[in-house]
């Protein structure tokens, strides 16, 4: 409470007449209570008309700014309302010389204190949106994948029941209910609702881990344990893989944190290191030209990286061919950008042997010489 007793008191005293009975009360009194609606009332438009230019400095219509102060300022004008009410009421209400009846006073403090709560609850549940926002803001490009959405509205779904058992609790305190017996059942029913749903939880929370570490995302090529493949969906409860058979594996949330996870699209560069067989009546000048051309093809590709590790060389002779192995790094950021690489290499690097009438190791050819 604020110590203004003693000032108002003295203001009160200064109203002409302010000892006069109206319907059992002091007129004084009833001038006072009046002009304390009054004053909370307007920090109710305060507030109002103050928000938008206070959220409109953190950021624009597109990230969500717009929608937050539109549904967050009337229930905070409220909670502002009632403070100012709450206080200023048991102000009041501690003069001596001020008489009001103890239901009036009950009552007008108890819907003092259940406005400033039930608004201030109300605005906390709208000031869960802020969580989006900022992960807006924290995310590379601004924009959540399907699994981080899931996700967050999750976490957002949790923090709202938070606050609105908290905000129950303190309300019901308020009017007088037994707290303790409230607080006494709440946790044996959480206890009791703790232990049947132990393993949802712990992969909501493994959910929630895998938001805030992102150790991989959607798109991504991952190995945890037996398990192999691309990331399609992340959920509340589980991830789903879709393995090189095409088929849908689904893992729990809960037991991914606690797995060593190799990701294969976080990787910086993908290296790639091709075989050619070449006939073995190629000759050894053929074969040098054939080499550097590989390597020049390489060198040139505008998606290979580490050309100081790059090469192309003889690597064996072997009974029926000459192997020569090719050392390749990937600039790509996809499976798929990967393959087309691949794709377009071999196929100059095919254009290269017609060119120097190189042939590659076939056996039924070979069979067919001899």
């Not at 406005?115 to 926002?133: D, Q």
Request: overall charge negative; charged content about 20%.
């Amino acid at each position: 409470m604020w110590p203004t007793h003693g000032i108002m008191e003295g203001l009160i005293q200064m109203i002409p007449g302010w000892e006069n009975k109206v319907a059992g009360l002091q007129f004084g009194l009833l001038v006072a209570i009046a002009v304390i609606v009054g004053l909370g009332l307007v920090a109710r438009q305060l507030v109002i008309k103050i928000l938008p230019r206070i959220m409109k400095s953190f950021g624009d219509e597109k990230d969500g700014i717009s929608s937050f102060e539109m549904n967050s300022q009337m229930p905070l004008g409220a909670a502002a309302a009632g403070f100012i009410w709450w206080n200023l009421l048991g102000e009041l209400y501690a003069i001596p010389s001020m008489l009001p009846t103890e239901s009036i006073e009950f009552w007008t403090l108890a819907f003092a204190q259940a406005t400033f709560l039930v608004g201030g609850l109300l605005g906390a549940m709208r000031l869960v949106e802020i969580v989006e926002i900022g992960a807006r803001w924290a995310d590379d490009d601004g924009e959540l994948d399907a699994g981080q959405q899931t996700i967050l509205h999750a976490v957002q779904s949790i923090l709202r029941v938070v606050i609105f058992i908290v905000g129950v609790v303190l309300i019901a305190d308020v009017f007088g209910f037994n707290i303790g017996a409230i607080l006494t059942g709440l946790g044996i029913g959480g206890l009791a609702f703790a232990f049947a749903a132990k393993d949802t939880i712990s992969n909501i929370f493994g959910a929630i881990t895998l938001l805030l570490d992102r150790p991989f995302s959607i798109g991504d090529w991952i190995k945890v344990g037996g398990a192999e493949g691309e990331v399609v969906g992340i959920g509340m409860r589980n991830t789903l893989l879709r393995t090189s058979a095409d088929t849908v594996l689904t893992l729990p949330n809960g037991s991914l944190v606690n797995k060593d996870i190799e990701n294969f699209g976080k990787r910086r560069w993908r290296r790639y290191q091709p075989l050619l067989s070449l006939d073995l009546a190629t000759g050894p000048e053929v074969l040098e030209k054939f080499c550097r051309g590989v390597e020049e093809i390489i060198f040139n590709h505008p998606k290979t990286t580490k050309e100081s590790s790059s090469y192309a060389k003889v690597s064996a002779i072997a009974k029926d061919s000459l192997e020569v192995s090719c050392n390749v790094y990937w600039d790509v950021s996809g499976s798929m950008e990967e393959k087309e690489s691949r794709e377009s290499l071999l196929l100059d690097i095919s254009s290269l042997a017609q060119e120097l009438k190189v042939d590659f190791y076939e056996p039924r050819l070979r069979a067919s010489r001899s």
